[in-house]
């Protein structure tokens, strides 16, 4: 190949990312990080030339977006471990290879699940809006009580990195953990999680719920109505996966009805455009997709699409290839 690969960066990235960019590659950059409209991005690739698109979950790669792109597009690097944003399958069929992020946030993302619940069991949201309204007027026995985590059952749904990572946090607060997945995760991993082999069974054991498992067109609304009502009485929902898990329908009114106690929520349907009742229900512990905001995380991941894109250009097979 002559001269350095031409990779077209959809979003501002950290600093250490961008130069690490700059200094192996032809980079055109997001300068002002505006959202690049999806259809838009064929155009751009054919017009620089670009071999690589290094991309992120608000890009939405659908099958026509694939299709469009020109020929000189040779790898889709996500800068996520979610990739549900991105037809695979369609980039399989133009022999686009496209790759992810994984392992280097769940400890970030574990942290902000583990914030979720506390924030939603210890009503965090409403003590915070009381403190800045200027209308606390002092402590008083009854003021926003909230509810004890020690002694509780924890419920984890999809027990990966992330999910384990959780339970690590969660045990020395006293929770029991118990978790559902595909298939039990070895003994010295679970550490005493109790696995229960149907989603259902595991919901009926969940005081705090937290989910974990990816986005695919059989886990859409997994978290429905119908499901919500196995929980026992006044559960905690955590997510920090992603929103299309939750039926939003279905938890509002949950949340309406005090059948969920509080929920915390860093993942939307459709985000930024989240269910608008959620804005107005005190009883959600609601974050803007935070999970592996830090600049650690953030720079780690950013490390993790170079090292599939440097890969792919010096004829390796990339180490995080989904498709
Ligand atoms: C991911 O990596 O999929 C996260 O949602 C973005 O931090």
Request: proline letters at 7%; aromatic letters at 4%; one cysteine or more.
């Amino acid at each position: 190949m002559l001269g350095k690969p031409v990779v077209l960066v959809t979003r501002t990235l950290p600093p250490a990312v961008e130069e690490r960019l700059r200094g192996d590659y032809d980079v055109w950059l997001n300068r002002d990080d505006r959202p690049i409209p999806p259809e838009d991005l064929p155009a751009l690739a054919r017009r620089l030339g670009a071999q690589a698109m290094l991309v992120t979950p608000t890009d939405r790669l659908e099958r026509g977006v694939i299709e469009a792109l020109p020929n000189s597009v040779a790898i889709i690097a996500s800068f996520s471990v979610g990739y549900e944003h991105i037809d695979h399958n369609a980039a399989a069929r133009r022999g686009i290879l496209v790759t992810n992020t994984p392992g280097v946030l769940s400890d970030a993302t574990a942290d902000v699940a583990l914030l979720l619940m506390l924030g939603a069991a210890r009503r965090a949201s409403e003590g915070e809006r009381l403190v800045r309204s200027g209308y606390w007027k002092g402590l008083t026995p009854v003021q926003l009580l909230g509810r004890h985590l020690h002694g509780q059952r924890l419920g984890i749904l999809g027990m990966g990195r992330i999910g384990q990572a959780l339970a690590e946090r969660a045990r020395p607060l006293g929770l029991e953990i118990h978790y559902h997945n595909r298939t039990p995760i070895a003994e010295d991993a679970a550490k005493g999680a109790i696995f229960h082999a149907t989603v259902e069974d595991l919901l009926a054991v969940s005081d705090v719920l937290s989910l974990h498992c990816p986005a695919t067109p059989l886990t859409r609304k997994l978290l429905n109505a119908e499901r919500l009502a196995l929980l026992p009485p006044g559960a905690i929902v955590v997510n920090t996966a992603r929103g299309i898990l939750i039926d939003d329908e279905a938890l509002i009114a949950a949340l309406n009805s005090g059948q969920i106690f509080a929920a915390g929520l860093d993942v939307y349907d459709n985000e930024p455009d989240l269910h608008p009742a959620y804005r107005s229900l005190p009883n959600v512990f609601l974050l803007p997709h935070l999970g592996s905001a830090t600049i650690e995380t953030r720079t780690a991941m950013g490390f993790l699409a170079l090292d599939n894109l440097d890969a792919y250009f010096g004829g390796r097979e990339p180490p995080h290839r989904v498709a």
